[in-house]
């Protein structure tokens, strides 16, 4: 198969959808690849190093997607990048459809196949794909939520750890899945007082047993979040249903009581965020204020560190990428994890839950879905 790795062009997003030794087990394996002059600029691997690793270098995304059969990137096609797609293109990367109707009416119209690497799934029921950057995001956020919380950028000058005779800040996480759970072992690492609240007590019984009472455990109730939230100086938003939007736990209201100069770092706001006052920021502008409370809402966290993210994202997707590569729209009939992230085929969405928060009506009782309009 003819496989094309375009540059990244989200601002400041530094990954690439394959890493040079990616690169060369595909071409091992008698694949093409076809990868853009510069796409592995963010990760200081030159075009040079992509052509000794096998790859065909060309000058333009134009010619990636002519060229090829099948897209892989990192994040979620841009306008200019879904108007390249056609009917025969399998796109393989993050869509998070949910809250992006546009890119969803785009790809449709593309008549491609594109495939969400976060609701890919495994057998225990997991999100392999989405987990590596979940690990990043989780462990970042807490970076960022220390910077965000200093005076000097409108926070309420607050050390994470504190000091001796100086309470540390108090860290509340909403959700007690990946992204919660790394960002719960380096807030409680920087010696933060650490809650994690999530729905599900059996999973509150292993993170007690996982931080061994370092971390705090609360089940979910309107009254338990509002609580929390409105005592923290650190709220970090790491709830997740896959393909769908986030739930809005955090309201407006609520912001007026909270502490002035309190941060909010909303990691799912790929999903749409889980804080009513969130919009998607960037790295050049990563902050924004609401009441007094301080909103960090990147949506490509992990692209900060495109070295580590990049690696671990294909230490993950490869082995799709050769499922793909090899069967093509094939592979969806040997493997149902594969088949759960197929989003969008031949004009319709296959997702439920993305069809679900975007609106749009079942057709025949199955999960394909068209716009209503339709």
Known sequence: MRIGVPAEIKSNEFRVGLVPGSVRELV????EVIVQSGAGAGIFADDGVYAKAGA??????????????????????????WDKLK????????????PDPAQAIGL????????????????????PLLAPMSEVAGRLSIEAAAMALRRPTGGRGVLMGGVPGVKPAKVVVLGGGVVGTHA???????????TIIDKSLPRL?????????????LAST???????????????????????????????????????????VDVSIDQGGCFETSKPTTHANPTFEVDGIIHYCVANMPGAVPMTSAQALNNATLPFVFKLAERGLAAFDRDPHLAAGLNVRAGKITHAAVAGSLGFDSLDGTQSFRIAAE
Request: aromatic share 4%; charged share 25%.
């Open 28 to 31: 091992a394996k008698g694949h």
């Open 56 to 81: 065909r270098i060309v000058p333009t995304a134009d010619a990636v997607f002519a060229e090829s059969e099948m897209i892989v990137k990192v994040k979620e096609p841009q306008q200019v990048e």
């Open 87 to 98: 009917a025969h293109h399998i796109l393989f990367t993050y869509l998070h459809l949910a």
């Open 108 to 127: 449709m119209q593309s008549g491609a196949a594109a495939i969400a690497y976060e609701t890919v799934t495994d057998a225990a029921g997991g999100l």
């Open 184 to 194: 719960a072992r380096m807030a409680a690492g920087l010696g933060a007082d650490v």
């Open 205 to 217: 019984r292993q993170l007690d047993e996982l931080f061994e009472g370092r971390v705090r455990t």
């Open 222 to 264: 309107l009254e338990t979040v509002e609580t929390e939230v409105l005592a923290a100086d650190v709220v970090i938003g790491a709830v997740l249903v896959a393909g769908a939007s986030a739930p809005k736990l955090v309201t407006r209201k609520m912001l007026k009581d909270m502490k002035r100069g309190a941060v909010l």
